[in-house]
């Protein structure tokens, strides 16, 4: 029976061990992310911020905009915090189309979300969040965020490219 007990607590303590191991992982790849951003919205001068390669595409503002807004929106999903910015849109804002306010939002939507994922409960991952027509576990709704913002950076490796900037090395660790 001992030996018995001694397997279960092991077993519950390894779970624990194991989910809170995923927090840490999903705040490091959001910390890692946050620089990767924060370094190209850096490389992109100032006078470039409205820059589109066409009149389809969102500009080099609007796409991380989009991207904080995303962020914000779907970790707020994963973790349970209430989402920051409540009912604007970061997008359609004009005064937020500067370098300094998409550095500030961008680094407020960053800082928000690694916060929740560090306080969120370990335990809640796997359990299923519902918005909309999505069923997504709260472990997901993160990955989603992480998945979304790494689309938009990616788009504007291009909006560098085609204003003769070298986009800043690719972090992977």
Wanted: avoid cysteine; aromatic fraction near 10%; proline fraction near 3%.
């Amino acid at each position: 029976m001992r030996l018995l007990i001694t397997i279960l607590f092991l077993s519950l303590s390894s779970t624990a061990f194991s989910q809170q191991y995923i927090v840490d992982e999903l705040a490091s790849d959001m910390e890692r992310s946050k620089a990767m951003s924060l370094s190209y919205i850096e490389a992109m001068p100032a006078d470039k911020y409205s820059f589109r390669p066409n009149e389809d595409v969102r500009t080099f503002a609007e796409q991380y905009l989009h991207l904080a807004q995303g962020l914000i929106g779907l970790s707020s999903n994963g973790t349970g915090a209430a989402g920051i910015f409540p009912g604007e849109n970061l997008e359609a804002t004009k005064a937020y189309h500067t370098k300094a306010e998409v550095q500030r939002i961008v680094t407020e939507s960053y800082d928000f979300a690694i916060k929740s994922i560090n306080e969120m409960d370990a335990d809640k991952l796997t359990e299923i969040v519902q918005r909309g027509q999505f069923e997504v576990t709260r472990r997901g709704w993160i990955h989603k965020a992480l998945e979304h913002n790494t689309h938009h950076k990616g788009q504007t490796t291009i909006y560098l490219r085609m204003n003769g900037i070298t986009p800043p090395q690719y972090q992977l660790f």
